[in-house]
């Protein structure tokens, strides 16, 4: 799950990026909002964490184009703007919640939550290939009953492998997609962490899922003895 968070006060955002990090997203910030629009615009996000007072452009307006523009990206707004008629505008104007700063990080997870299970586009809750299963919302995979004790980014890793299933992904796609950067020609990390993955899903089980595909990348998928 990606999300992009604009905000510029630099602690808050930093506070973000590790708690939404710690909980299976990849986190892209901006600091300003026309690099913030951009951002919303070129680049598909699950969700989008928005200030209203930015240098640049602020947020209203950050909202307004998007809309306008046929996006329908969720959006929490997340701002020290604390009048009703501020709440009441945020959401007119297409915000899917409006939470006032200061914030309990677990109640903007909550909401992150449920705005994506309710949001345009809702994602399923549950991902199973085969007898392998994700539960999202609590962060929870199991293979045949047995719980899997996955690190956020393992769990971030195979989420991905399971919302494309069948579908080979890049060494490159994975390392943009669960790193949020681009590794080049050193895939080290990446081939560490399916490594890793593997010995977790894969190895106390006779059926494999996670199959390489030469020259590609990876794949998860259920293959017939």
Sequence with gaps: MRALVIEDELKTAAYLRQ????????????????????????????????????????GWSILSALRAAGKQTPVLFLTARDLVRDKVKGLELGADDY?????????????????????PGRQPEVLQVADLRLDLPRHKATRGGMR???????????????????????????????WDVNFDSDFNVLEVAIRRLRS???????????????????VLEERPE
């Design 19 to 58: 708690g939404l990090s710690e909980n299976g997203f990849v986190v892209e910030i901006c600091t300003d909002g026309e690099d913030g629009l951009h951002q919303a615009l070129t680049v598909e996000n699950d969700l989008i964490i928005l200030d209203v007072m930015l240098p640049g452009r602020d």
């Design 99 to 119: 939470l006032v700063k200061p914030f309990d990080f677990a109640e903007l997870l909550a909401r992150v939550r449920t705005i994506l299970r309710r949001g």
């Design 148 to 178: 899997l004790d996955l690190t956020a980014k393992e769990f971030a890793l195979l989420e991905l492998l399971a919302r494309r299933r069948g579908e080979a992904q890049s060494r490159t796609i994975i390392a943009e997609q669960v």
């Design 200 to 218: 977790k899903v894969d190895d106390p089980f006779a059926k494999k899922l996670i199959h390489t595909i030469r020259g590609v990348g990876y």
